[in-house]
């Protein structure tokens, strides 16, 4: 967006929060699932890694990241 500011200067209109939280967003996650897709495509010819992360927040909860990396890509999985 800040690219976009740039380019148009200062008549640039950015989207509103309601453009934000319906068309805008389902574009992004259409565009992230096609992303995410094709490396999901690409883990029966190569090998991958299962990664894991984990924390604890202020409350004491956990919270535990698994992720599937390969040549093409990580992918958060859960």
């Not at 805008?24 to 565009?31: C, R, W």
Request: glycine share 6%; charged share 20%; proline share 5%.
């Amino acid at each position: 967006m800040m690219r976009s500011v740039g380019n148009y200067g200062h008549g640039f209109k950015p989207p509103t929060p309601y453009e934000l939280s319906t068309w805008i967003l389902k574009e992004e996650v259409a565009t992230t699932d096609a992303i995410i897709d094709d490396v999901r495509k690409t883990w029966a010819q190569t090998e991958v890694s299962i990664l894991s992360d984990s924390w604890t927040d202020i409350r004491g909860r956990s919270l535990i990241n698994f992720l599937v990396n390969n040549p093409y890509g990580t992918v958060f999985i859960f």
